[in-house]
């Protein structure tokens, strides 16, 4: 069964500071990474997204991932954090098929981030 | 509609009680799936729906839950003799045949005094 780590529970930055957030699967086979976002009391967002290609996807408001296969690792970054950038974020991964995404997802604990003007 | 519709919001029950929940997904997302948040915990899979496929039921944590999906669209959650461990945010998700990841409705939060 898939497994998602994400090994930071709660990040605590100052606006400007440079954001690094941990995630980890276990499946060995080919892989949908996703990162989801949920600000404070509203729903949960797409971020970003890894299906096939460039292993280093771009997504909304400056975020960025990298799929590192070999650390079965996708790790969430953004150079230069915001304070409207304080909410929880979820890893979450499910088995590649052709259907791109239409499958149950695993996720991860999620990361509380809170930035500090 | 433009997005997935949940609803109630918020549900508080007495333990024993039944409950539904209701998910209204995208117009033509063919998939429609379930998950429970609870505190402190990741967003646990409960069912998932792909069109006329037979559901896929492997995450309900118990027999006194079930759903169905009726005519490809509105979804229905239904816990019998609700527990206070049921107490969490019931999301409903959809996403359209390929590509595009989930779209997620506002949730349910459901209290079990």
């Known amino acids: 069964a898939q497994s998602v780590s994400q090994h930071n529970h709660h990040v605590i930055l100052s606006e400007a500071a440079s954001l690094e957030l941990g995630c980890n699967y276990s499946y060995g086979g080919t892989v949908n990474l996703f990162w989801y976002v949920q600000y404070p009391g509203q729903h949960l967002q797409l971020l970003l997204k890894?299906?096939?290609?460039?292993?280093l996807v771009k997504g909304i408001k400056g975020f960025e991932a990298e799929f590192i296969k070999s650390k079965f690792s996708f790790n969430l970054r953004k150079p230069s954090v915001q304070w409207s950038d304080t909410a929880e974020y979820f890893c979450a991964v499910n088995e590649g098929t052709s259907n791109f995404g239409n499958e149950k997802l695993t996720f991860g604990t999620g990361t509380r981030l809170t930035i500090i003007p | 509609g433009a997005g997935v519709s949940q609803s109630p919001s918020n549900k508080v029950t007495e333990k024993g009680k039944d409950v539904e929940l209701r998910c209204d997904p995208i117009?033509?997302?063919?998939?429609l799936y379930w998950y429970r948040q609870s505190l402190g915990q990741g967003l646990e899979f409960l069912i998932y729906?792909?069109?006329?496929?037979?559901?896929?039921k492997s995450g309900l944590p118990s027999d006194r839950f079930s759903a169905e999906r009726t005519g490809g669209s509105v979804s229905t959650l239904t816990i019998q003799r609700t527990q206070q461990e049921d107490s969490a945010v019931y999301l409903c998700a959809s996403s359209p045949r390929r590509g595009g990841g989930y779209t997620f409705g506002s949730g349910t939060r459901l209290t079990v005094v």
């Open positions: 890894y299906f096939s290609g460039d292993p």
């Open positions: 729906f792909q069109g006329n496929s037979a559901p896929d």
């Open positions: 117009s033509g997302h063919t998939a």
